[in-house]
């Protein structure tokens, strides 16, 4: 017996439909008149992995988080493996900037991991070995085996990111939404998580990507999305050149 | 064993226990003590200290109704609790008013209410069991009561654990998963009413803040493990429980006020010790 979070959890995905499909989006948070995104579109296909760029402001994480189904689109639609927000939930995984998670709750590493199986899990049930081998294994490959019995609050930045990832790993989404994962964080962990998101892309998993990291950008990425004040801008090598000495 | 001339230990602890009213009185107290516990980690961790101080104050006014109608107080004081549970849940979704400010609007005209209803009858003497508790006036009754709302309170803890845990820390987390996080936050301030009303005979309406919040605060300096933080909260409580009953009963001081500072005194043992070996960490 399941009870999963949404009842939609078992919609199969549409064949052949991209990994993430925006159209004409506009989004504005909850009270506030003006929106932050102003009818942006875009395309993302299966197994590639885009950068989001923009400077602050821009709708970056409003974006993102439309995505992963946190705001409501006032116009527009959001198609993930061809279904609506939160016809799969399961499938995608977001990543939030740092700052939104309690770090001084009592928990430890091991037990956040394994919040990416909850959804898997559903009401009442109990996570089995199984879901505490996978919670373990991305641990390893995070390199934070040591650490997995600390209290979130005693990582570095770097750390608590990689742990963020690994729960997006234990997941097992198809689609990574990662906010600003390079921001502050050390060359350790920046290593790590390119490895990480390379190998995922080997395995057909799709992620966007905000980041201020605009250097190497073409060979990293097989597509840039840039945002300006809400609207898609066409990406140019001025970003470069503008961002990334900043 | 303590063996002083004239003063025998066994004897002393085992003379209270002699007169039922005082076994039922321990007995409540011990139950109270553990469910205000085991809630009070989500009222300090989720910082909804204020909400519970709130919940409390405004269940007089039912009380109140209940008293002057003849109808169980329990009743009286659940169906308050309920109403301002659902209210403050009401408000803050909105989103217009800041959700403190609300709190501070609400709690003190329902608390007004009451003491304007009590106002309106002669003896006064059945209304400050209220305001500050009377647990040698447990009731049979009521200590049922209070076991069946306690194992209510602490099976939906704990069935709904890795969800409340989650949404305690990143709600962001949970929504993406499809959790509705407001409809939990609802079910913790529906549980927070009914752990109210069992604490309202024990320590009354203005201290129950102090079983939800202290014990809980203080077994958060000790430990980093949520259900190992119910379990020393609920400990510090049953034993505070204990000693301020005891220290009631041969001193004849208020119980209930004696339970609470029993309580302030283990926070402040957490806290010197938490004081002391950061300092020793350092």
């Not at chain 1, 189904?69 to 061809?82: D, N, W």
């Not at chain 1, 597509?223 to 001025?238: H, P, Q, S, V, W």
């Not at chain 2, 980093?224 to 429980?241: D, E, G, K, Q, T």
Request: charged share 15%; with cysteine; hydrophobic share 50%.
């Amino acid at each position: 017996m399941r009870f999963a979070y949404n009842r939609r959890y078992y919609a199969d995905p549409l064949s052949g439909a991209p990994a993430l499909e925006v159209c004409d989006l506009t989004v504005a948070h909850p009270g506030a008149r003006h929106p932050v995104l102003h009818g942006v579109s875009l395309t993302l296909q299966t197994g590639t992995r885009v950068a989001l760029v923009g400077p602050n402001g821009s709708g970056k994480s409003t974006l993102l988080k439309a995505i992963a189904g946190l705001l409501r689109p006032q116009q527009g639609t959001i198609r993930i493996y061809g279904l609506p927000v939160g016809g799969c939930h399961h499938r995608v995984a977001y990543l939030p900037q740092r700052s939104e998670i309690d770090w001084r709750f009592p928990i430890n590493v091991r037990r956040l991991v394994l919040a990416g199986r909850y959804v898997h899990l559903g009401w009442l049930r109990w996570p089995g070995k199984a879901d505490w081998q996978r919670v373990d294994a991305a641990l390893e490959r995070l390199g934070l085996e040591a650490l997995a019995e600390r209290q979130i609050g005693a990582l570095s930045g770097g750390q608590q990111q990689r742990a963020l990832l690994a729960r997006a790993l234990v997941q097992e989404a198809d689609l990574l939404l990662l906010d600003e994962p390079l921001t502050g964080v050390d060359a350790e962990t920046r290593a790590t998580i390119a490895t990480v998101l390379d190998d995922l892309k080997q395995r057909g998993k799709t992620s966007l990507i905000a980041t201020h990291h605009l250097d190497r950008l073409a060979d990293e990425y097989d597509d840039i999305i840039a945002l300006e004040d809400g609207r898609r801008r066409a990406f140019t090598n001025d970003h470069v050149l503008v961002h990334a000495g900043g | 064993m303590m063996e002083i001339e004239g003063f025998d230990l066994l004897d002393w602890l085992l003379e209270p226990l002699r007169f039922s009213f005082m076994r039922t009185g321990l007995m409540a107290a011990i139950l109270v003590g553990i469910i205000c516990a085991a809630l009070g980690a989500y009222v300090v961790l989720r910082r909804m200290a204020f909400i519970g101080d709130a919940l409390a104050h405004t269940v007089l006014p039912g009380l109140v109704v209940a008293y002057l109608n003849r109808w169980n107080l329990f009743g009286g004081a659940i169906t308050a609790g309920i109403v301002t549970a659902l209210g403050i849940g009401w408000v803050s979704r909105r989103g217009q008013i800041r959700e403190d400010t609300a709190i501070g609007v609400i709690f003190t005209a329902m608390f007004a209410l009451g003491i304007l209803l009590m106002s309106t009858v002669r003896s006064f003497r059945d209304f400050t069991h209220m305001l500050f508790g009377n647990i040698l006036g447990v009731s049979r009754a009521d200590l049922t009561l209070i076991a069946i709302i306690g194992a209510g309170v602490i099976t939906t803890l704990a069935l709904l654990h890795k969800e409340l845990e989650l949404t305690s820390y990143d709600h962001i987390h949970a929504q993406t998963i499809g959790i509705n996080a407001d409809r939990l936050r609802f079910t913790l301030l529906i549980l927070l009413a009914f752990t109210v009303v069992t604490s309202i005979q024990v320590v009354g309406v203005i201290l129950t803040s102090a079983l939800l919040v202290t014990p809980a605060a203080a077994a958060s300096l000790i430990t980093n493990n949520l259900p190992r933080m119910m379990l020393v909260a609920a400990l510090i409580a049953v034993f505070s429980a204990v000693a301020g009953l005891y220290v009631s009963f041969y001193t004849n001081v208020a119980s209930g006020a004696a339970i609470v500072l029993t309580c302030t005194a283990c926070f402040g043992i957490a806290w010197a010790m938490s004081v002391i070996r950061h300092q020793v960490m350092r």
